[in-house]
């Protein structure tokens, strides 16, 4: 039994090896520069990051593209998440809920697939159609909203599917942490003559706020590792562009294009130092996550993921 | 200043469980009144319906009425005005964890609306004063959290966030059971004071604590009130047998 | 001094009460209106590509209509057999360890913590991971090792499955009551033997969902599969083959420019949602049902 648990240990452990090993090409020819160089192009003199012709490779545009969809991603998921947690715990009437957390429960079990075709096919079109315009006349004086892309592709279009893979996740955490805060809390808000938003802000969320930082950061982890979805909507291209309705990559999109095609040892090192980039980093965002949900529901959060 | 409560005909049930049968009495305003009886009469139920705690919990339902002063509250106002005016201490103390010793006394006026800090600062003070814990925490106010204070403390840091919205009538649900000897006996030196600026209705179960802090007692059987009278003659002279057998011990 | 509000200040806060009530409406509709759209738009492609073809025929050659899905069926079940037969036991066995012989020491807190961890890691850095270690060493002795297989597959979604089937597993252990344990020490079972018979016993309908819920979840895994099962267009039964899986052909269809092939993605992600929503709904169900029904 102890080797079994163990064998956690040796995962990661394998896990790490294999990514360090098999990426020294790349490490030992650029180093940590990898991450931010930027390359030109010697005839549109454009910049340029991923060339794996002439095995020049840099990883900023895929760590631009993770980061960007992620957070657009975030800044979407969150309120609705939060939003839905606070419905379900304190509003809902009791013969709805166990429904609408079976709902929630599917949600979090479709595969990531299934995910992306239903974003290419469905979703997609009808941002290119209502929503990207929309974007571009009321908000391009942002910058980040400039509608020259007639796919329909690209970060926005990753936000907002990454935002509905993650909410599930989010929602329900924050409902266990919201459900850990003990029933007298409340009770001493209403006591003082609160309205019902008033008690959920000041006795539960006020409360929860930790637990329900944990669950928001847990959320970014998934949206920093997601593939399947997020490649199939973000266009694939290797490039940095400021507004969002551009196309662009992200980490784990890249490795999942070019791996199997990659035309170099050099290529496949770059692409796995990528991957060994987004396992370190991912490891290190879920382990602050849980360090935060398990200070406030002190013990083991019962979940299966 | 405290108001009367006058109750008629009061009943509750939590689902199909008829908690509290017909009712009647008047708390008498600027007095202590105690509610005795054994585990399960009802009398924390009753007291839940006094500032209309009783109908948060979803299966609860009431009929009856209840005055507070001039002022119905199950017909003419709503149960968030009610509760800033009927003040209540539980029976685990329940400071808020996240907030400081000021802020948890301030929490009530904050809600309200009030935030001139000369405001905050002055209730503040003078709640924690009336609830005899100012020269314990004056230092900290603003350091320590609600949480970090000993139990007995905690229960007076609630008692003085309850005042800080000035209301008229004081409910405590067994405020002194989760405590020790020495903090029990400081809440009732408390309640001594308070009577004459509050109306307090305090449910015990403890007889001795009745009989020292209450000028009525009210004792509560299986859902209805059975007696309710001067403390005195409750403990000497109890016009009903039931209320001899509890007082004597042979129940409950 | 008294505390009487304004009527102004009353009236906003009953306003930001009802605002705030509608928000939160909106946000459940705005949740489950994806939920919705996905079933119904997956139901009107997928249904009518659904036929006995597809479960019975490989795919047919690029341009051709037709075909099914078969190969990418067994291909997947082959994948999870092996995946399941790595992962359920060293899951279960981790899950024992922390629940009955680890409890309270550090070590079992540090596996909980890494278990924890590691199920947050991508699916697609388990499958890299998975093709440094198998695929691609060239010249070994060892069987699977040096080429793309459905063996290496297996071995990456039963990676991912045992974080997950340790956790649950231990979770469902300490459910049970304590009573029974001490039942079984106080007829003179040494503990282990009490652990392994009575206790896991009486945890099994809840160990089993876990395993289920963990199973699901590797089922429409793609990423790990895209460099270790790699694909075959052809039917394969063999672990030492490149092999189908669903979700993975799913995928090379749905990017490919033929329309036959995107008929035959739409009717697989029916099938594979069918299957995932029947799993979870079975899942609850069990769980419903008590999950210690062998306790009481």
Known sequence: MVLCALSIFVIVALILWQLVLRSQLTWERFGLAFFYQTFTNPDSHQPMYWDPVNERFSALPFVYGTLVSSFLALLIAVPLSIGLAVFLTEMCPGFLRGPLAFLTELLAAIPSIIYGLWAFYALVPLLRDYVNPGLARYLGWTGFFENDNPTGLGYFAAGVILAVMILPIISSLTREVMNAVPHSQREAVLALGATRWEMIRMGVLRNARIGIVGAVILGLGRALGETMAVTMVIGNTPEIHRSLLSNGTSMAAVIANEFTEAVSNMHTSALIEIGLALFVVTIIVNAIAQLLVWAVTRGTPAQAR | ?252 | MSVETSSFRSRMRTLTDGAVTALSILATLLVVAPLVAIFVYLVYKGARSLNLAFFTQIPKPEGESGGGMANSIVGSGIILAVASALGIPVGIGGGIFLAEFGRGTKLANAVRFTADVLNGVPSIVMGLAVYALMVFPKGTIFPFMGHFSAMSGGVALGIMMIPTVCRTTEEMLLMVPHAVREAALGLGVPNWRSVLSITVKTASPGIITGCMLAFARVAGETAPLLFTALGNPYMSTSLNQPIEALPLQIYVFANGPYEDQHRLAWAGSLVLIVLIVLAVALVRYVASRGVLKGAS
């Open chain 2, 1 to 252: 200043m405290g108001v009367g409560i006058e109750v008629k005909d009061l009943n509750a049930w939590y689902g199909t469980n008829h908690t509290l049968q017909d009712i009647n009495l008047h708390i008498p305003a600027n007095h202590a009144t105690a509610l005795i009886g054994p585990s399960g009469c009802g009398k924390s139920t009753f007291v839940r319906c006094l500032n209309r705690m009783h109908e948060t919990n979803p299966i609860a339902r009431v009929t009856g009425l209840v005055r507070i002063g001039e002022l119905d509250i199950y017909n003419d106002a709503k149960p968030v005005q009610i509760r800033r005016r009927v003040g209540m201490v539980f029976q685990r103390p329940n400071p808020f964890p996240t907030m400081s010793i000021y802020d948890n006394v301030a929490s009530g006026l904050k809600l309200n609306g009030f935030r001139n800090r000369r405001v905050l600062d002055e209730v503040v003070e003078r709640s924690l004063r009336d609830s005899a814990l100012w020269d314990e925490v004056k230092d900290d106010l603003r350091k320590k959290s609600g949480a970090s204070l000993s139990g007995g403390q905690q229960q007076r840091l609630c008692i003085a966030r309850a005042l800080a919205v000035d209301p008229e009538v004081l409910l405590m649900d067994e405020p002194a059971s989760a405590l020790d000897p020495v903090s029990t006996s400081k809440i009732e030196d408390l309640i001594f004071e308070l009577k004459s600026q509050y109306t307090i209705v305090i449910v015990t179960h403890n007889m001795q604590q009745a009989a020292r802090v209450a000028e009525k007692t009210g004792f509560f059987l299986n859902g209805r009130m059975v007696e309710f009278d001067s403390t005195h003659k409750i403990f000497t002279n109890p016009s009903d047998k039931r209320t001899e057998d509890y007082i004597t011990g042979r129940f409950g």
